[in-house]
């Protein structure tokens, strides 16, 4: 916060000196902008270290397009998730800087790379490829928010071996986001063989009996294995939030 304040009197010097209008010093140490529909967060970055994200789903083009030139103007990363390939097309046309990945549903672009340590990654693991679209969320929300990632697809319950044969690689993260639908069971399994936090995400992929996804739910809300925590379903963005938090806290030490 010290940086905040120094910007501050840098600004009330040049209002006293008469450099810079009253009007241009408020507009500067706003925390947040006004466009009528919507009042963009600028502040989050200082207050939380991640610029704003924006959930696409329910917005239109327009408004999205308006919240980005919003952000893009503070020269801050943009982050749009949960956006069809119709409404993806409409906002690069408008942003063709931008970059739209179709199976994690997201816009994104990033201002500068990653300053974190290579050595430290967040292991996203999914079960099924049915679950893929839940967990390209929750690993490219973690990229664009700076972490390392690294994938291990396809190794559900079935077939356990398929995640035995990864679990040195998975051992070494910071933190693993764990994604699957049906009975829910693979977090429990890897909560079981490492010492990191796990994040679980049910997801809505199943059978009748699996009620959209909360079955699964329950299941990772009912794990015996410890160090795991959940998320809601489908929400790989949220438990990736929660895992490049901790991997900052890592990366610190």
């Not at 083009?61 to 390939?85: C, F, H």
């Not at 990945?101 to 099924?128: E, L």
């Not at 929660?242 to 806290?249: C, F, P």
Request: aromatic share 6%.
């Amino acid at each position: 916060m010290g940086s905040d304040r120094h910007q501050m009197e840098d600004i009330l010097k040049k209002v006293q000196e008469g450099s810079l209008s009253i009007e241009e010093a408020k507009e500067q140490l706003a925390t947040y902008e006004d466009l009528g529909f919507v009042k963009v967060d600028h502040h989050r970055k200082k207050r939380q270290g991640f610029p704003e994200v924006i959930y696409g789903e329910g917005k239109s083009v327009d408004q999205i397009t308006t919240i980005i030139e919003a952000i893009r103007a503070k020269e801050n990363d943009i982050l749009v998730t949960r956006i069809s390939q119709e409404k993806a097309d409409g906002i690069l046309q408008k942003h063709p800087e931008l970059s739209y990945d179709q199976v994690a549903r997201i816009v994104y672009w990033k201002a500068k790379p990653s300053n974190q340590n290579k050595n430290n990654y967040i292991a996203i693991i999914c079960a099924g490829t049915s679950d893929l679209h839940v967990a390209e969320e929750a690993a490219l929300t973690a990229e664009v928010l700076g972490s390392n990632v690294r994938r291990f697809y396809d190794v559900g319950v079935a077939g356990i071996h398929r995640l035995l044969d990864k679990a040195n690689d998975i051992q070494q993260a910071t933190a693993s986001v764990v994604v699957a639908g049906m009975e829910g069971a693979l977090p429990s399994v890897v909560g079981g063989l490492v010492s990191h936090p796990v994040i679980a995400v049910p997801t809505s992929v199943g059978y009748g009996a699996n009620f959209q996804g909360l079955s699964a739910l329950l299941t990772m809300l009912n794990s015996c294995a410890s160090g795991i925590s959940v998320v809601n379903i489908d929400n790989g963005f949220g438990g990736a939030y929660n895992a490049v938090l901790i991997d900052r806290l890592a990366n610190k030490k």
